[in-house]
């Protein structure tokens, strides 16, 4: 099977080539990074033309966790727009045939609806992710028109926060989970407290990039110009995630403190994943406790070997 993938130097997309590589070794893959290929640049695709490709796994956005969306939306705006509608016009023009793979995100639902994909182009985002949030509704917008028109075929998958190992280190904010990882390994090392952001109340949902790439692969064939929710099903408080990862790392609970100043998105967010369920019976991800336990031996192991 010959498979492009955008965004291939990203977390996902590290996890996504080494498991294809893995799991299905006969696959020819070919994922340019940003310097070789600027999806902002009008037919930047073109140069990758001369294979027709069964499967596209489109997985580049310009994007960052923490409040980097508060601060950029305008440049969030053109710069995601750009590289979408230039990977949809290469897909419509160069490879018709393949099927377009891609991520929708959870903060493009609205808060107030159910967690369910029905759900995910009604309502109002979260104020301070909207930008993002509607550049991933016009991607499944834009698709959509083109799978109407020309009989193009696509999946869109939503995840919940991913975790797992080999995450980013190099100063880019983190997602929440591997922040307070950071912020409480540091503490035990110093003893001084570690601040998260918040009062420790608002939950979160993760699932392990393992997890979510087994699902993936196993409804690939069953999601046909739709979406699907991939989460775990349940969500903990931030308070809990940070007594759990005191546990592992034998940190006393007594260096986490609350900043209750500062951002901290969406009260809560769990994905209904019932439709998933129902399409993967077999479906069961893994503990949060075995989740943990790779992400933060992940995270000492590259402190370590700095």
Known sequence: MNIFITGGSGFLGRHLIRSLKREQGDNQITSPNSSECNLTIKDSLNDYSFIKYDRIYHLAAWTQAGDFCLKHPGEQWLINQLINTHVLDWWKQKQPQAKLIFMGTSCSYDPLLELKEENYMKGIPTTSLYTYALTKRMLLAGANALHLQYNMNYSCYIPSTLYGGDYHNDGRQMHFIFDLIRKIYNSK???????????????????????????????????????????????????????????????????????????????????????????????????????LKDSIDWYKNSKSNK
């Open 189 to 291: 090392v110093t003893k001084e407290k570690a601040l998260l952001w918040g009062d420790g109340s608002q939950r979160r949902e993760l699932v392990h990039v393992d997890d979510f790439l087994n699902a993936m692969y196993n409804t690939a064939d069953k999601v046909n110009n739709d979406l699907l929710n991939i989460g775990a099903g349940m969500d903990y408080s931030i308070q809990e995630f940070a007594q759990s990862i005191c546990e592992y790392l034998e940190c006393p609970e007594e260096l986490i403190d609350y900043d209750t100043s500062r951002y901290v998105g969406a009260k809560s967010k769990l994905l209904d994943i019932n439709k998933l369920k129902n399409m993967y019976k077999e479906y069961s991800p893994r503990s949060l406790k075995e989740g």
